[in-house]
C-alpha cells in the first residue's frame, strides 16, 4: 500500500506501476487516509456487510491460523540477533534484487500463510481488477487470478490500486484504492471486500470504507496489528490531487476486532518535513519490531528519480511519528530510479523489503515497473538496509 494523470493523478496512477509484499511475523499498517469512513453512518452498508459475512461463513469456514502481523522480536520465535542486525550492505547502488518482471506491476504487497507467498499488485497489463499470483517459494509464481473479480459499483471499472490483505478470524479482508465513479475531478477513496481465502474471490462492500473528500481523497490502505493484536488502519490523505503543493498526511484508526469498521477518530500522525519529499507522504506501513514502532513510507512524486522510501520513528499506533533521517533509507540507484511503494514482510530467513522502481533499465524511464525487493535490518538506530543473503 495508487496514481493519476494530473499532478496527483501522477502521485497514485502509479499504481498502476507498483507491487507490494507483506508477510507473517511482521507488524504491518499501511497509509490510511480517512476521516470519513461511509459505512459508520450507514445501516444499510451495515447490514449488507454482516450479509456478506453470513453469506461466506455459510460457504466455508476456515480454522483461525496464526496472527498476521504479529510482532517481531518476541522470543518465542527464538530468532537471533543476526535475523535483526545482519551486516549492512556494502554497495549502495545494488541494494537489492529483481524478484519478479514482466508486466507492469505497482504497489506490491505480500500476504504470507502456511509456507505459501502472495503477491498482490494494483493492476497491471493484465486483465484482472486486483492481480494476486501465489507460490511456495517467493518469486516463482504461478498465473494471476483476480482477487476481486466484481468490484463496487461505487468504483470507477479498471481503476484498482494498491492492495492490502490482512485476516481477522477465519475471515479475511482486502483494502484498496479506487476513483469515485462519477466524480470531477477524479477522487480517490479507499473500499474494503472480504473472503473466506487469502487470495479470494473477494466480496466488496458497495460503498467506501474511507473517504476524506475534503481532502482530496484517501489511498493506499495498510493495516497493522499491534502486539496484542489490536488491528489499526493506516492511510493517506491525497491532498496532492487538490494542489500539488499541499502537504499530504498520513493517518491512523483503530479497526473492530473483524476488519468491518473504524473506531473513535481518524489522528493524523505523520506529514512531509523534509525537502526530499516535496510535500508527499505516501504508502505507509508500519512495523514493530524488538518493541520499536517504525513507519515505512514512500516521499516525492511517484514518476520522477528523486522518488524513494523514508522511515519515521514513532511514538505507537496512533503516532507521532518523526523521521529517523533527513535522507531516504532507499533513493535511486543503479538497479533502478524512484523507488517507491514498498511493503515489509519477514520469513524465517530475516526481515525484507518489496518495491517498485519508477524506472528499471536506465535510462530509459517508466512502464513496465517490476518488483524489487531488499533485506533489512534494525539496530540501535532503527532499519538499514543489509547485504542479501
Not at 516463482?140 to 485476516?167: E, F, N, R
Not at 535510462?363 to 533489512?376: F, K, Q
Request: proline share 11%; hydrophobic share 35%; with cysteine.
Amino acid at each position: 500500500m495508487l496514481n493519476h494523470a494530473r499532478p496527483h493523478a501522477t502521485s497514485r496512477r502509479r499504481g498502476a506501476v507498483v507491487t507490494s509484499v507483506a508477510a507473517v511475523v511482521v507488524a504491518v499498517a499501511l497509509g490510511v487516509a480517512g476521516v470519513l469512513s461511509l459505512h459508520a453512518p450507514n445501516a444499510g452498508a451495515r447490514t449488507a456487510k454482516e450479509s456478506r459475512v453470513a453469506h461466506l461463513s455459510r460457504e466455508s469456514a476456515l480454522s483461525p491460523a496464526s496472527t498476521l502481523g504479529s510482532a517481531v522480536g518476541t522470543t518465542a520465535l527464538g530468532l537471533r540477533t543476526s535475523y535483526y542486525e545482519p551486516t549492512p550492505l556494502s554497495d549502495p547502488q545494488n541494494p537489492g534484487a529483481i524478484v519478479n518482471s514482466g508486466p507492469d506491476q505497482p504497489d506490491p504487497f505480500v500476504f504470507v500463510q502456511n509456507g505459501r507467498y502472495y503477491l498482490f499488485t494494483s493492476q497491471d497489463q493484465v486483465p484482472q481488477t486486483v492481480p494476486v499470483r501465489s507460490g511456495t517459494v517467493f518469486g516463482q509464481w504461478g498465473a494471476p487470478s483476480d482477487a476481486l473479480p466484481d468490484p463496487p459499483a461505487w468504483a470507477t471499472p479498471h481503476a484498482m490500486w494498491a492492495p492490502d490483505v490482512a485476516q481477522f478470524g477465519n475471515q479475511y479482508m482486502m483494502y484498496f484504492t479506487s476513483d469515485l465513479a462519477g466524480s470531477s475531478p477524479p477522487t480517490m477513496c479507499i473500499g474494503d471486500a472480504i473472503s473466506t481465502n487469502p487470495a479470494g474471490p473477494y466480496i466488496p462492500s458497495p460503498t467506501p470504507f474511507i473517504c476524506q473528500l475534503s481532502m482530496g481523497g484517501s489511498i493506499d490502505p495498510r493495516v497493522f496489528f499491534d502486539s496484542n493484536g489490536q488491528p489499526t488502519m493506516i492511510w493517506k490523505s491525497d491532498q496532492n490531487s487538490l494542489k500539488s503543493n499541499i502537504p499530504t498526511e498520513i493517518w491512523s484508526q483503530p479497526l473492530s476486532a473483524d476488519g468491518l469498521h473504524l473506531l473513535g477518530a481518524p489522528t493524523e500522525i505523520f506529514s512531509p518535513d523534509e525537502a526530499w519529499q516535496n510535500a508527499i507522504v505516501e504508502a505507509p506501513q508500519m512495523v514493530l519490531v524488538n518493541g520499536a514502532y517504525y513507519l515505512f513510507y514512500s516521499g516525492g512524486w511517484f514518476n520522477q528519480a528523486s522518488y524513494a522510501i523514508g522511515v519515521a520513528s514513532c511514538a505507537g499506533p496512533q503516532g507521532p511519528c518523526h523521521d529517523t533521517s533527513a535522507t531516504p533509507l532507499l533513493g535511486s540507484n543503479l538497479q533502478g530510479w524512484g523507488p517507491g511503494e514498498e511493503s515489509v514482510f519477514s520469513n524465517d530467513a530475516g526481515i525484507w523489503m518489496v518495491y517498485s522502481p519508477w524506472c528499471s533499465s536506465l535510462p530509459n524511464p517508466g512502464e513496465p515497473r517490476p518488483v524489487a525487493m531488499a533485506h533489512l535490518g534494525f539496530g540501535p538506530s532503527g532499519p538499514y538496509l543489509a547485504q542479501p543473503l
